[in-house]
């Protein structure tokens, strides 16, 4: 049984990577699978804000792989499930079925994909092949352990032991001794057909005797007669092991050519190449080589082995006696890449110095063994990289945070202000990422602080979103302005309002940020922190005097902004700064519409306690009762007939409706009974001359128009008031189309006393 961990399936990084452009291509909902990657933790509610940028759903899409591929391992499998199997189930199951081929291509169907990715869909586990039934001379048998005696070894032993007890088929020589000597006719005479595979008390059979010996002829016969090639003795070493340990090139040669597997280990771990090698007998170790090459092309070899092992000098003589340096097996893997996978920097150096290729695929698997030493050691080869596999390895140093690869990349020619696929410069990578080291060196070794994100975000935008109040510094210390203009004209200072980001807040004021500076929409910072809620951030702008009233274009300030979120807190803050609790906006409405409008009760009555205009009218004549009215609100109505003491309840809107008229209009019966309790006028008469039961019939609203005319204390429905239309309430209802137009009529005509 081999060890699965070296032949283990993609792992979701690898899975993203290698179908990044399917992916991009397939993703049809972004915003949605970025709500569900929120939800589930993988990226922070900022992000969506920043991915808003992103004007196409490639764009979009990229972005988001690239920051998954960043966050690692974990944030991917997640990607992949639930967030991808939710939204997107075709693409999902495309990638599904790509691990599955990949899993059958490997034949290691243990580690399905679903141990790693798709840990939860237990609906997709395929059984595996037997492990058991690997290929004969199979290369990873060579990670196999020593098995225990077979049945067959001990029906060997037993015809062995039958031999021995028949000494007179023994002469002067002993069948063992006839072969040590290289006796071949004296075999051929005493060989009976129970003796081949007989073993000696070392479990040695004669083919072990002659292979030590090098007796080509008598390994033939032996061969010939159907002994066997793989039985091993007592140090698990087969008659192949013997004949390479004592440098019998031809007997390795026969052995090999009649199919010897060359990988099997005795028990130190030992294949025969090693003990070829061990004891220095280049020619059977270039024999085995070249029956490889033979026998094994683009399967895992002796290179590959020699590499994992960490073996540098076994390395050095194979790559010397012929084997290709480069050589992928079954998972495209090279010796470099098991090599570097594994931190193994001695035989990583023996390779390079073997002229070992260095592709973007090594990059990758030095970045997950992060080890800067082993990196830089691949940066001393590196005359054969690429500029583009240069650049991909300084954005993923910079994803790591390996601030020395950074240096050292950018010291060998690596382009510092290179674009990566989302046209982000090295410097625009470290400062959304708060990569800090990173960063200084970027800095110091002169990368542009002028360039900008597509959406016209700075480095100081993105390192101010971040929270890297330390790149922050570095970057305001080479002359970056504070005020600089990024997306609508937003400064650093709109962005760590935005974010919540309050140490930056005091740092970009201390350097000269304007603390009033406004956007396309005019809206300050101290606008930004009221409508996100951030109390903090606003209650440091109050203290640095930012202009508690400045209005945004639709003549908003902040306290509009908060009562309009309910934001309590911010409310009674923006209030002990002054603010104007009766500002109005370019519709007339007051921060206490907007809070009735939303329904937010103790918004109101802040306000109200701060004497806001409860009788205050926008530019449709609506009072926030009429507001609080629509949505049914009967606690905030309460609150603004309290604080009006009863007169407002009947102020009338451009249309001349009362809050009687609405409430019987939008179906509020629950309101009908508190309006007229509270002395509302229930024949009052709007524009059209409807008075609410008008309203009501129209609407069709039999709770309402049930409520209207059972009303007894005081004035009673006007059951024959005519509209603009001459129309009474009966009329106005029997021309209703809706289905409760019958029972509004049978009421109205027993009210009238036209039926009983």
């Known amino acids: ?342 931190g193994f920097e001695k035989t990583v150096q023996v390779l390079l110095e073997a002229g070992a290729n260095i592709d973007s695929s090594i990059i990758d698997v030095a970045f997950n063994s992060n080890s800067q030493s082993l990196f830089k050691l691949l940066l001393d080869y590196s005359k054969g990289m690429s500029p583009a596999t240069m650049v991909s390895a300084l954005f993923k140093a910079i994803q790591k945070d390996l601030h020395g690869i950074v240096a050292a990349l950018i010291d060998k020619g690596t382009d510092k202000n290179a674009l990566d696929e989302a046209q982000y410069t090295p410097l625009l990578v470290a400062c959304e990422m708060g990569k800090t080291e990173s960063a200084k060196v970027l800095i110091e070794k002169g990368a542009s602080l002028k360039d900008k994100t597509p959406n016209s975000s700075s480095a100081l935008h993105l390192a101010v979103q971040a929270g890297a109040s330390s790149i922050a510094k570095m970057l305001l210390s080479k002359g970056l302005d504070a005020n600089i203009a990024g997306q609508g004209d937003q400064t650093p200072l709109h962005v760590a309002a935005l974010h919540n980001k309050g140490e930056l807040v005091d740092l970009l004021i201390d350097v000269g940020a304007k603390i009033d500076s406004v956007t396309k929409e005019l809206l300050t910072p101290l606008h930004v922190a009221s409508y996100k809620g951030h109390v903090e951030v606003a209650q440091k702008l109050l203290r640095r005097k930012a202009n508690v009233n400045v209005k945004d274009k639709q003549a908003k300030t902040a306290l509009h902004l908060a009562a309009e979120a309910g934001n309590l807190a911010m409310v009674e803050l923006l209030l002990n700064y002054n603010a104007d609790s009766n500002a109005t906006d370019k519709e007339k409405k007051t921060p206490l519409h907007l809070a009735a409008m939303g329904g937010h009760l103790n918004t109101v009555k802040v306000l109200l306690a701060k004497k806001s205009r409860f009788g205050a009218k926008d530019m449709d004549g609506c009072t926030s009762m009429h507001y609080a009215t629509i949505n049914g609100n009967v606690e905030i109505l309460q609150a603004l007939l309290a604080a009006g003491k009863n007169k407002n309840i009947d102020d009338k809107n451009i249309w001349r409706k009362t809050p009687l008229h609405l409430a019987a209009e939008h179906g509020h019966s629950d309101l009908i009974h508190f309006f007229l309790s509270n002395g509302s006028a229930i024949n009052a008469l709007d524009n059209n001359k409807d008075t609410p039961l008008h309203c009501a019939c129209r609407a069709s609203h039999f709770n309402c128009v049930s409520a209207l005319v059972s009303w007894s204390e005081g004035g009673k429905a006007n059951l024959q008031a005519t509209n603009s239309l001459k129309k009474t309430p009966l009329q106005v209802a029997e021309s209703s189309p809706t289905e409760s137009q019958a029972q509004i009529v049978t009421l109205l005509k027993k009210k009238m006393l036209l039926i009983r």
Not at 23 to 32: F, K, S
Not at 79 to 106: A, D, G
Not at 149 to 158: A, D
Not at 230 to 243: I, S, Y
């Open 1 to 342: 049984m081999y060890s699965a961990g070296m032949f283990t399936n993609p792992y979701a990084t690898e899975v993203l990577r290698t179908k990044k452009d399917e992916l991009v291509d397939g993703i049809r909902n972004p915003d949605q699978l970025l709500n569900w990657l929120i939800e589930h933790g993988i990226f922070t509610p900022e992000k969506k804000m920043v991915l808003s940028y992103y004007r196409t759903r490639t764009a979009k899409n990229s972005r988001v792989l690239d920051i998954l591929v960043s966050q690692g391992e974990r944030a991917c499998r997640l990607f992949f499930y639930p967030c991808l199997k939710q939204i997107e189930p075709q693409l999902y199951n495309s990638m599904r079925s790509y691990v599955s081929n990949v899993n059958e291509r490997i034949g290691d169907a243990r580690r399905q994909l679903i141990g790693y990715l798709l840990e939860k869909d237990k609906g997709w586990v395929q059984k595996g092949k037997d492990p058991h039934q690997e290929k004969k001379d199979s290369p990873r048998q060579v990670l196999a352990k020593p098995e225990k005696l077979t049945q067959i070894k001990r029906k060997v032993k037993q015809d062995s032991a039958a031999v021995k007890s028949q000494d007179n088929s023994f002469n002067s020589l002993s069948i063992f001794d006839s072969v040590a000597k290289g006796n071949l006719s004296y075999l051929e005479k005493i060989l009976k057909e129970n003796d081949i595979n007989a073993v000696n008390s070392e479990d040695e059979t004669l083919l072990h005797i002659a292979a030590a010996h090098g007796h080509t002829e008598i390994i033939d016969y032996l061969i010939g007669r159907g002994a066997k090639l793989e039985v091993k003795d007592k140090k698990g070493r087969t008659p192949l092991h013997r004949a390479a340990e004592r440098g019998h090139g031809e007997a390795v040669k026969m052995l090999l050519q009649s199919g010897a597997n060359m990988y099997t280990l005795d028990q130190e771990g030992k294949s025969p190449l090693h003990l070829a090698h061990q004891n220095h007998h280049t020619h059977v170790l270039k024999s085995i080589l070249k029956e490889e090459a033979r026998r094994h092309k683009n399967q895992h070899n002796f290179l590959h082995m020699a590499a994992l092992r960490d073996d540098s000098e076994l390395v050095q003589a194979i790559l010397k006696n012929g084997a290709l340096k480069d050589a992928k097996d079954e998972r495209g893997q090279t010796a470099l890449g098991y090599a570097v996978s594994r």
